[in-house]
């Protein structure tokens, strides 16, 4: 997605990404697949899912799969806080929630500041990763929701 950017004309081509942090890093996605987000709510588990799958939710009559983003990326569970946030994001034609430790703001990062991404990084591997934004003095991992929800995952909707 980001590899046109030997094309882009400095500061003319921006993403946009809303950010949010699992542990100490932090992370974006492509702000144009996120839907809402919201505070935790019951989670109602289904058996038969893989570990990362929390359950699902009822969000105004649509049932939404969870998945833990923390225990998807092999990082020890958390305990959830008054922080913790369910990001709603649609993947192709399904809608999907995320678990996060915090969610943010929305940045506007220029096509230029963003590069490849190591082959690991963070402890997620590089098949989840389009790249790295580099903003000011921070490094925003960016993700592939793709991948991160669809890869090796049990249809649970």
Do not use: W
């Amino acid at each position: 997605m980001y590899e046109s950017r030997e094309k882009a004309q400095p500061s003319q081509q921006i993403v946009q990404v809303a950010t949010f942090r699992l542990g100490a890093e932090e992370y974006g996605v492509d702000i144009s697949q996120i839907r809402e987000i919201i505070r935790m709510v019951e989670i109602t588990r289904v058996p038969r899912t893989p570990d990362f799958m929390e359950g699902v939710i009822n969000l105004r009559g649509q049932l939404i799969p969870i998945v833990d983003l923390r225990c998807r990326f092999g990082m020890p569970r958390a305990e959830r806080t008054k922080d913790t946030r369910i990001i709603v994001a649609e993947i192709g034609s399904k809608r999907v929630g995320m678990i996060v430790d915090s969610a943010h703001e929305v940045l506007n990062i220029p096509i230029e500041a963003i590069e490849e991404a190591p082959e690991i990084i963070a402890g997620v591997g590089a098949e989840y990763l389009q790249g790295v934004g580099k903003v000011a003095d921070r490094l925003v991992i960016l993700l592939d929701l793709t991948m991160v929800v669809t890869d090796n995952q049990s249809s649970a909707s």
